[in-house]
């Protein structure tokens, strides 16, 4: 794994990524020891007309399987392209995994709640703790007619309050709860909720496929994963890993679904 083979230019970063007005980029640490590494993969749009997406869904599965000790992936939301009988031909792809992997529900994911659950066997609001330390929730934030939704604040604030006693918490939502992006919503009562936990490390989203850097709100990292799919967004489709080191220290990095290399990172 090139974990070291970092880009030092930024500025084609900063190209790729024009909405993000305030990004960190440059010197990280890598923890050498981890004890927690995820992968979050988002907007594979699967069954989108004219796009090649069993190619990049080969490729991004491929890649994944050639890290090093993964605890999981999270599938952060677009999954299928509206039509939901790629829904269960996903998951069969999704299966090829060598490590276990949780779905969120996105915009295009257009199937109901009572179907998802079915076929992914969590609901759409679905929250785990992992090693008894670290804890994850999973939000969702659309319906079955694609809409733009902020998050239930009730399943949001029990699934935090159920973890305050973890060192690290991470909120994976599809569609930014903010209107700092051309697609985000504005949901400032979960922006107020997330920056009263001290323990919540980084919210997690997906849906803009051309945004893939950092921001802060009230000292919380906001973080995007471009797409590994469909037919817009950055030209360097890929994923983010999130590690977490003995000393409790939290990395995160881009990488490329292509040739493995780190194209951008950040220390949360």
């Known amino acids: 794994m090139q974990r070291r083979s970092f880009i030092k230019n930024i500025s ?6 024009p909405l993000m007005p305030f990004m960190t980029y440059g010197k990280m640490h890598f923890p050498e020891n981890p004890k927690l590494k995820f992968i979050i993969a988002s907007d594979g749009h699967y069954g989108q007309p004219d796009t090649d997406f069993e190619a990049s869904h080969r490729t ?15 599938f952060n939301g677009d999954l299928i392209h509206d039509d939901p009988k790629w829904m269960p031909e996903v998951k069969t792809v999704f299966d090829q995994l060598e490590v276990p992997y949780f779905p969120v529900r996105g915009n295009h994911d257009r199937v109901t709640k009572n179907v998802w659950e079915d076929i992914w066997g969590i609901p759409t609001d679905y929250a785990f703790s992992h090693k008894n330390q670290f804890g994850f929730v999973l939000a969702d934030s659309s319906n079955q007619a694609g809409d733009y939704l902020c998050v239930n604040q009730q399943f949001l604030k029990k699934s935090l309050d159920d973890f305050a006693d973890f060192t690290h918490v991470f909120i994976c939502i599809h569609i930014s709860q903010n209107d700092w992006t051309r697609h985000g ?12 936990y001290p323990n919540v490390k980084a919210v997690i ?3 803009d496929h051309d945004v893939n850097g950092v921001m802060l709100h009230q000292k919380k990292p906001y973080l995007w994963t471009g797409h590994f799919g469909g037919n817009w967004g ?3 489709p890929g ?17 490329s679904m292509q040739d493995n290399k780190i194209l951008s990172g950040y220390n949360l």
């Open 185 to 196: 919503v504005a949901c400032q009562e979960l922006l107020d909720l997330v920056a009263s």
């Open 12 to 17: 084609v970063l900063s190209a790729i990524t």
């Open 239 to 255: 994923y983010r890993v999130v590690e977490v080191g003995e000393d409790g220290k939290t990395s995160t990095y881009l990488k």
């Open 60 to 74: 991004l599965i491929t890649a994944i399987n050639q890290e090093e000790n993964v605890d999981f992936v999270v």
């Open 234 to 236: 950055s030209p360097v």
């Open 205 to 207: 989203h997906g849906h």
